[in-house]
């Protein structure tokens, strides 16, 4: 079953009313529903095109909070062998926010680590819908680390509202461990390379994408606040979330007109949601062509490039 979003109504009407006739032939042999079903369908497919022709800023973010998008386990499972997964901070816990493992893209030994949002009730309260608390960034340092300490390039998946804003995570450190991991981030001598599959919020998907490159999915969004929590700031009313969405200039576009993102990787008709294994293989495949890009790079000049990366950042929007 498809989930649809609010702006895709009308949509579902369509290809509800295409569905019901096909069922009721099914029921009916002798009734001839073809042509009005196709019909159906060509519609149904044009204003898909329409839809997602030119999406607004807020619904960019949601369809990037779409429950049916491939998530980081997606991910995993389609793209690497021999995964193997890392558990613990050797500190406090295992967070099951963050899953991190080695494992090989198309025979290439690699780190990888990501934000897991669940895709059910159950795995959703498990994963505490993608929100890491400290032990969660930690164990993303432990992985770190390791990674930099046998020579392993560090692949992260981002996919996360923000960081968990918990009394107990607050007790535990939370902003200490972000901003130690957004640091092990910048200390690696391997490439990094972060992939925005969905949200990518606050510092808590920055503490997992200080890289060398940050590649977006079309339709995913990244940004220092949500749109609700920054309209709730700013004008003390979350309905003009909006409206904050416009300011924020959260899209994959908008990013890499500033320079913040490097890649925009191109989603499948009506977004990754629609065909989960299309959009993974894009994912692959632009990975391949990054990490092949960074092969040979000495590890001093790997580093040097993301401090000098983040250093300038921001220079190409101001002297717009």
Known sequence: MIQYLEFEKPLAEIEGKAEELRAMARENEDMDIEKEAVALDKKGSELLDKLYKDLTPWRKCQVARHPDRPHCKDYIDALFTEYTPLAGDRNFADDHAVMGGIGRLEGRPVMIIGHEKGNDTKSRIERNFGMAR???????????????KFGLPVITLVDTPGAYPG?????????????????????????????????????GAVAFATANKIVMLEHSIYSVISPEGCASILWKDGGKMREAAEALRLTAQDLKELGV?????????????????????????????????????????VRKARRTKYLAMGSKGLAA
């Open 134 to 148: 400290p032990e969660g960034y930690r164990k993303a340092i432990r992985l770190m680390e390791l990674a930099n």
């Open 167 to 203: 009394k107990g995570a607050e007790e535990r450190g939370q902003s200490e461990a972000i901003a130690r991991s957004t640091e092990a981030c910048l200390d690696l001598s391997v490439p990094l390379i972060s992939v925005i599959i969905g949200e990518g919020g606050s510092g």
């Open 261 to 301: 993102c490097d890649e925009v990787i191109a989603e499948p008709r009506g977004g990754a949601q629609r065909n989960k294994d299309a959009a993974i293989t894009s994912v692959g495949a632009a990975l391949n062509a990054l990490l092949t890009d960074m092969d040979g790079q000495a590890p001093d000049a």
